[in-house]
């Protein structure tokens, strides 16, 4: 079965500071994970995708996450972090088996502080 | 890209209610959507699986009799909530799976219900 674990419910940084959500996996093979950033009463927006390819993953708005496999890990991370960064966060696997459903973390909610 | 549509986006009524909510893709063909419901302050779980021409796939623990779900179109899948009741008061999300098998699939916006 495949899970995801995300290690913080609630991340607090300053504007202009480095951003880390961490997200631990667990998978019996390859996983295909994914970060969505869920704004208030929206839906979800795909960050970025890691698909076997490059372990280290680069999306949109300065984001990107690094796949270790060895850790069996993939923390998003981002430089700078703007006001507009505070949302809810997902890392998410996708099913195995041929199964095409997402199996979501529990989600981190970020806050940035002017 | 690929836009899914999801309507309505929010919707209060009385308990007892029945509340159908429409997931659309508009631009592709999906033979598979998926239903998540979310929580406040909770992540999204799947509650069902709904393939075009056949019966919808329920995970553990979601009342089938409850949530009816119709997916009679490539193109659009219908989830039913039946007599609502205030504990089904939720935030319910739609997706469609991309071309592949690993690749993200696309949200719709979300519907909230709130049941009096």
């Known amino acids: 079965a495949q899970s995801v674990t995300q290690l913080d419910s609630h991340v607090s940084v300053s504007e202009g500071t480095p951003v880390l959500l961490r997200c631990n996996y667990s998978?019996?093979?390859?996983?295909?994970l994914f970060w969505y950033v869920q704004h208030p009463n929206k839906g979800l927006q795909l960050l970025l995708k890691?698909?076997?390819?490059?372990?280290l993953v680069k999306g949109i708005n300065g984001f990107e996450a690094e796949f270790k496999k060895s850790e069996t890990s993939f923390h998003l991370t981002k430089p700078s972090a703007h006001m507009s960064d505070a949302a809810e966060y997902f890392c998410?696997?996708?099913?195995?088996?041929?199964?095409?459903?997402?199996?979501f973390g529990s989600g981190t909610r970020l806050q940035v502080q002017p | 890209g690929a836009v899914v549509s999801q309507h309505p986006s929010r919707v209060i009524c009385k308990s007892g209610t029945s509340v159908k909510i429409e997931c659309r893709s508009l631009?592709?063909?999906?033979?598979?959507m998926f239903w998540y419901r979310q929580f406040p302050k909770q992540s999204l779980m799947l509650m069902a699986t709904?393939?075009?021409?056949?019966?919808?796939?329920?995970e553990q623990g979601v009342e089938k009799d409850k949530f009816l779900i119709n997916h009679a179109s490539l193109t659009l899948s219908t989830l039913t909530v039946t007599s609502a009741h205030p504990e089904d008061s939720s935030f319910y999300i739609c997706?469609?799976?991309?071309?592949?098998?690993?690749?993200?699939?696309?949200f719709g916006d979300g519907t909230r219900l709130s049941i009096l």
């Open positions: 997706s469609a799976p991309g071309g592949q098998l690993n690749q993200p699939q696309h």
């Open positions: 998978s019996s093979y390859s996983p295909s």
């Open positions: 890691y698909t076997s390819a490059a372990t």
């Open positions: 998410v696997v996708i099913g195995g088996t041929g199964r095409r459903a997402l199996t």
């Open positions: 631009d592709f063909q999906a033979t598979t």
């Open positions: 709904s393939n075009e021409g056949s019966k919808a796939t329920y």
